[in-house]
Every structure is written in C-alpha cells, then in structure tokens.
C-alpha cells in the first residue's frame, strides 16, 4: 500500500492508478494496481506486493557483479520497450514541457533545445521515463519495474538516453552511492552494449537524444549535476552552429 500525504492533490492519485493500471495491462513487468483506498485519514493505492531487494542494493552489495546487474537492466529494458499502450502520455510533450521547466536554468538555450526535440524521431513504445537500477526489484526469481509515475509512450532510445546519463551522473560517485566515475563509466558501457545488441539500435541515434535529455534534467535540480549538464548542453549546441 502506499499512502499520500494530505498536500498531495487527488488528481495526482488518480493519475498514477491509470499509468500504473495502462503499463501493466500493456505487459510490462510493473506491479499490479488493485485500486484506491483510505486509511490513517489518508488516500492511498493498494500495489500488488513486491517484496525482495533493488537492483542497486544488489550491485552496491557485489560491485564484482555490477556490470553483470547492468546487462540485466538492459534486457528489462529492451523486453518494456516491445510494449505498447495507448493512454500514456505522448513523450515529445512531455520532454519540451520538462525543458520549459528548466527555463531558469538554460535561458537562451531553451528554443534551440526545443528545436532539436522537436527534429527527433516520434514513436509508440512503453517508456519508463526515470528507468534506474533502484526503480527494478527482484523477487521470485524475476525482475519488477517500480515509479512509473514518468511513464510515457514513444522513442525507446530517449528512455535509454536518461538511464545511460544517470550511470555517467556526477551524483553517483557521491554519497551514499559513492560509485566510482570509472565503475560508473563501465556499468554505462556494458548496459548500453547490451542493449544495442538485443535491439539494434545505434549509439549515434541514442546519443542524439542526449541534449534535450540533459536539459529536461536539469528541472529536478540534482545534486551535483547543474553544471555537469549545463556544460554538456552547450558543447552540443556548439557543435551544431
């Protein structure tokens, strides 16, 4: 069960039930949604349980074993992005209103930013939105993807992008992960190799989703990253005067 706070709107509820409901309907291994509920004066869901450890916890525990984890990640991945399902939101609408978000941060950046989206590839694929090894449980031998509050229909390379940018995070060689930037550089590589070759598709393609990915980012103000990602948007935007 998972249980709101009072400041939480109940729209906000309502709207996580249908994503939830619309992914696992679509086949992707998410929990089910067995509906809404009012307990200790507070609006919650009931969530099929999920009880074993996260595919972080299980990497932080066995580093020998991380990049082994990582390639499970990308299998998960590539299995979600062969779903479909019609009531997500569309993707390209949800990332130009992310870099809009981040206005404050970029300034002048925004309109070439959003320009560059809008030049990328449309698509239908279940995407996760924030796919990261904490949001993946393994119970019962399986895999279970938790957080789909992001979830979205579209380009899978854009999915991939965003995860392949949160293993390069300069917030993850810091506590408490505290991985180091070369451990996470290798995690990086052997997801992305793996998932390119379960999907075929083409590092130059998901790299081109790296620019309005870094900047829609930069919105949730993580620790340590503004100007990781600041810098990055603005050697892309050079590179393309």
């Not at 449309?122 to 031998?141: F, K, M, R, T, W």
Request: charged residues 25%; contains cysteine.
């Amino acid at each position: 069960m998972k249980l709101y706070y009072g400041n939480i709107p109940k729209d906000w509820l309502h709207y996580e039930a249908e994503i939830g409901t619309a992914v696992h309907q679509a086949g992707v291994p998410a929990p089910e949604v067995f509906g809404q509920v009012e307990a200790e004066g507070r609006s919650g869901l009931v969530y099929e349980r999920i009880a074993g450890p996260s595919l972080l916890a299980m990497m932080l525990r066995d580093m020998d074993k991380a990049e082994h984890y990582s390639t499970l990640l990308a299998r998960l991945h590539a299995d979600i992005h062969r779903c479909r399902a019609s009531r997500l939101p569309r993707q390209k609408d949800r990332m130009a209103m992310f870099v809009r978000q981040s206005a404050s941060f970029l300034g002048d950046r925004v309109e070439p930013v959003l320009a560059e989206l809008e030049r990328l590839p449309d698509g239908e694929s279940v995407c996760h939105g924030d796919l990261h090894p904490d949001n993946v449980l393994q119970a019962g031998g399986r895999l279970t993807v938790i957080d789909w509050m992001d979830a979205n229909s579209g380009d899978p390379l854009c999915d991939v992008a965003r995860t392949s940018m949160m293993f390069l995070s300069p917030f993850v060689s810091m506590p408490p992960l505290s991985i180091p930037p070369d451990t996470g550089q290798r995690l990086n590589e052997a997801y992305l190799s793996e998932y390119c070759r379960l999907t075929g598709a083409e590092s130059t393609a998901i790299d081109r989703w790296r620019l309005p990915v870094a900047a829609a980012r930069l919105r949730e103000q993580i620790p340590g990253e503004r100007e990781w990602l600041l810098a990055y948007i603005d050697r892309r935007l050079q590179a393309s005067i």
